[in-house]
């Protein structure tokens, strides 16, 4: 999330993850360097620099080999810097797990995981979207982000859940 600049210029912690890294070789070293010092879980989303860095993670450590796993993350929509809009309607789901894969440069994402519940959708719907690309192969683990127990526990109806993201 954090090799990410803002719309105008880096911005540090403040900035609004909307752009790619103006220092792209520096982003690329620190991902390297970061594996070859034992980090073995990187962790991004399609909506971090719309993209952006999904294709650093893939430029700087593809082919992942069993060194690292790599962790993403769909559902949300980002219309400006200073948006994030969950979008959980299945068929998004799938749309951005497959865009994922293709910037990822992978056939399968290690660690999937919903960035956050829609509440226009219902969970189960939401997770299963997730379990059906798990079926298929192209996701090995479902994790989700920023949801109460209630919520997981209603998620684990449909799935494993193997991770949870929570500030």
Same mark, same amino acid.
């Given at each position: 999330?954090?090799?990410?600049?803002? =719309?105008? *210029?880096?911005?540090?912690?403040?900035? =609004?993850?909307?752009? &790619? &890294?103006?220092?792209?070789?520096?982003?690329?070293? +620190? /991902?390297? %360097?970061?594996?070859? +010092?034992? @980090?073995? /879980?990187?962790?991004?989303?399609?909506?971090?620099?719309? $993209?952006?860095?999904?294709? #650093?993670?893939?430029? *700087?450590? !593809?082919?992942? $080999?069993?060194?690292? *796993? @790599?962790?993403?993350?769909? $559902?949300? #929509?980002?219309?400006? =810097?200073? %948006?994030? @809009?969950?979008?959980?309607? &299945?068929?998004? +789901?799938?749309?951005?797990? %497959? /865009?994922?894969?293709?910037?990822?440069?992978?056939?399968?994402?290690?660690?999937?995981? #919903? !960035?956050?519940?829609? /509440?226009?959708?219902?969970?189960?719907?939401? @997770?299963?979207?997730?379990?059906?690309?798990?079926?298929?192969?192209?996701?090995?683990?479902?994790?989700?982000?920023?949801?109460?127990?209630?919520? #997981?526990?209603?998620?684990?109806?449909?799935?494993?859940?193997?991770?949870?993201?929570?500030?």
């Amino acid at each position: 999330m954090r090799l990410a600049d803002g =719309p105008d *210029a880096p911005g540090g912690a403040s900035a =609004p993850i909307w752009t &790619p &890294p103006a220092d792209r070789a520096a982003a690329i070293a +620190l /991902l390297r %360097e970061a594996v070859e +010092l034992g @980090v073995n /879980l990187v962790d991004t989303a399609d909506a971090y620099a719309l $993209g952006a860095g999904e294709e #650093l993670v893939a430029e *700087a450590l !593809h082919p992942y $080999g069993d060194a690292v *796993a @790599v962790s993403t993350k769909v $559902g949300v #929509l980002r219309p400006s =810097p200073t %948006e994030w @809009v969950p979008l959980g309607h &299945p068929s998004y +789901l799938r749309q951005q797990a %497959e /865009l994922s894969l293709r910037r990822l440069r992978t056939d399968r994402i290690d660690l999937l995981h #919903l !960035h956050r519940l829609d /509440l226009a959708y219902p969970i189960a719907d939401q @997770v299963g979207a997730l379990a059906q690309l798990q079926q298929e192969g192209k996701v090995r683990h479902i994790g989700l982000s920023e949801v109460t127990v209630e919520q #997981l526990e209603e998620a684990r109806r449909t799935a494993p859940i193997a991770a949870v993201q929570n500030l």
